[in-house]
């Protein structure tokens, strides 16, 4: 274990990953986003590939046990990368940013429903906690319905990608049955070969030609996906979840700075409040599965939890 080294990777893959959603932000004007789906998939393949070539996990990393357990990882994951590309287009990125983060919290709510795990008051005091930070970002939106087009379009938005975090969550959800036969190299390959794949089911919905600058945003994005993924995989090989995972919410300066220089996009305090609260939440259920493992670790080696 080395934990600078891991909080390092993590926060690489954070930075590159936002980097990834303002590329695709910077072109969702012009190109659908099942097409922007398809070029982060594609151009993702060679790096992720090149990756276990490195690291001598190509022959096994490749394996599939459970190739329908594959598809459905990659079909709601698919869903998930689509909705929020599409509400890039339609929300400015710090937004975006804070609605994602509902995805940890549904997790928990869905591992009860369909793991079986053991979910007590606590940690469903800090989901309610979570779950109310989003209601105040997107209260306003969803009064917008009846609002102009311009309300009505950000309203969309937000919908859309609230419903992109449930994908998310639901994808968080097939990977922890997929972990119990797969290695983790199989699971980054496969989700990136099945979202490219579907994602060609959109063509019939107004695939464009890209212009050259759009082209190469949509090729970066594509390589920056695949370098994200690894960062993200390699965080985990030198620290515990509970020392990297808080990291993941530095997203939100990222998205912040590169909303107000790039996209002329400056967060209200609702955004603010209510991407506070979401960390907040978020980062009290992290905590608590770290104190909750090392008391199960000591029940395991016969020893009295300490408060």
Not at 123 to 130: H, K, P, Q, S
Request: aromatic letters at 10%; glycine letters at 10%; hydrophobic letters at 55%.
């Amino acid at each position: 274990m080395n934990p600078l080294k891991g909080i390092a990777l993590k926060l690489c893959s954070v930075v590159t990953f936002i980097t990834m959603a303002s590329l695709i932000k910077a072109s969702a004007e012009h190109v659908p986003a099942g097409q922007a789906v398809f070029f982060r998939s594609v151009f993702a393949l060679p790096v992720i590939l090149a990756w276990l070539v490195m690291r001598g996990d190509l022959r096994t990393g490749l394996k599939a046990a459970s190739p329908m357990g594959h598809f459905w990882r990659g079909f709601v994951g698919t869903a998930a990368m689509g909705l929020g590309f599409a509400g890039l287009g339609l929300l400015p990125l710090p937004e975006v940013t804070a609605i994602g983060y509902a995805a940890p919290l549904l997790t928990v709510i869905l591992a009860a429903m369909f793991l079986g795990e053991q979910v007590r008051v606590f940690r469903l005091a800090a989901v309610a906690l979570g779950m109310f930070g989003v209601l105040i970002i997107l209260g306003p939106r969803l009064s917008a319905f009846s609002g102009d087009t311009v309300e009505k379009t950000a309203a969309l938005g937000a919908m859309l990608v609230l419903t992109g975090a449930l994908c998310a969550a639901l994808a968080q959800i097939y990977i922890r049955k997929l972990v119990a036969t797969e290695q983790t190299s199989a699971i980054v390959f496969y989700f990136s070969v099945t979202s490219a794949f579907l994602s060609l089911l959109t063509l019939p919905f107004g695939w464009v030609i890209p212009s050259g600058q759009e082209a190469v945003l949509l090729i970066m994005a594509g390589l920056l996906g695949g370098l994200g993924q690894i960062f993200l995989t390699s965080a985990y090989r030198f620290a515990p979840a509970s020392v990297v995972a808080p990291f993941d919410y530095a997203s939100m300066l990222f998205a912040i700075l590169i909303g107000m220089f790039f996209f002329n996009e400056i967060p209200d305090a609702r955004t603010i409040g209510g991407a506070a609260l979401i960390i907040l939440a978020g980062v009290i259920i992290i905590l608590r599965e770290h104190r909750l493992g090392i008391e199960r670790g000591r029940a395991r080696r016969g020893m009295t939890p300490q408060g």
